[in-house]
């Protein structure tokens, strides 16, 4: 089976600064999705970034961007310019790559990022 | 396109109680998840729709618990005899089954409190 963990359980950034969260997983699978899922207070998940594992270069959305490690397997998201906006609670997530019957979601326990004005 | 929808957002009931909950997931999508997701933690899998078929249930899915979905569109959750254990979100997600990453859309989610 797979796991997800995520064991910084929060972290702390100053507004317009970088900050990088981290993920570990493991899997016996050679092909899967990764995906960072964003959880504001009160309010539903939405998709920040997800990454093929296939595909060799790093995922990049706008001020979100990623470091896939493969061998390592290692999956950490970078924010850039950080935002107020960008305060929520931030979970890694595994999918296997064959869609059908075994298509749900891993997370991790996920990370409270706050970002200090 | 609306996004997917639940109801309610929060439920209180007691002890012993039955209760039901309702996703309304994206018109087109022909696949859908239920999680639930405790305080502090990460969603976690409970049971998978392809149209009106169950495929899919975990084993935090007791006997108590009953998902379905009778017309490939809208699906209920219902825990039979809730237990103090049973205070959770419980989130529905959406899917297309033709797009290649799966990418899963996400309710507001279902706050149930059981006193």
């Known amino acids: 089976a797979q796991t997800v963990t995520q064991s910084q359980p929060e972290m702390s950034v100053q507004e317009a600064e970088t900050v990088t969260l981290s993920c570990t997983y493991d899997?016996?699978?050679?092909?899967?999705?990764l995906f960072w899922y964003k959880q504001p207070p009160s309010r539903q998940m939405i998709l920040v970034i997800r990454?093929?594992?296939?595909?060799?270069q790093n995922a990049t959305e706008n001020r979100f961007s990623v470091n896939f490690q493969k061998a390592a397997k290692s999956f950490s998201l970078k924010i850039s310019d950080s935002q107020l906006g960008d305060a929520a609670m931030y979970f890694c997530?595994?999918?296997?790559?064959?869609?059908?019957?075994?298509?749900?979601?891993?997370f991790g326990k996920g990370i409270t990022l706050s970002v200090r004005p | 396109d609306t996004g997917v929808s639940q109801d309610p957002r929060h439920k209180i009931t007691k002890r012993g109680q039955n209760v039901t909950f309702r996703c309304d997931p994206i018109?087109?999508?022909?696949?859908l998840y239920w999680y639930r997701q405790t305080l502090g933690q990460g969603p976690e899998f409970l049971t998978y729709?392809?149209?009106?078929?169950?495929?899919?249930k975990s084993r935090l899915l007791s006997d108590r618990f009953s998902a379905e979905r009778p017309k490939g569109s809208f699906s209920t959750l219902e825990i039979q005899r809730t237990e103090q254990g049973d205070s959770a979100m419980y989130l529905c997600?959406?899917?297309?089954?033709?797009?290649?990453?799966?990418?899963?859309?996400f309710g507001p989610g279902t706050r149930l409190t059981v006193t």
């Open positions: 899997t016996s699978e050679s092909d899967y999705y």
């Open positions: 997530a595994y999918r296997t790559l064959y869609t059908g019957a075994n298509s749900k979601l891993t």
């Open positions: 990454q093929e594992a296939y595909k060799q």
């Open positions: 729709f392809q149209n009106e078929a169950q495929l899919e």
């Open positions: 997600a959406s899917s297309s089954g033709t797009e290649r990453s799966g990418e899963q859309y």
């Open positions: 018109s087109e999508h022909n696949r």
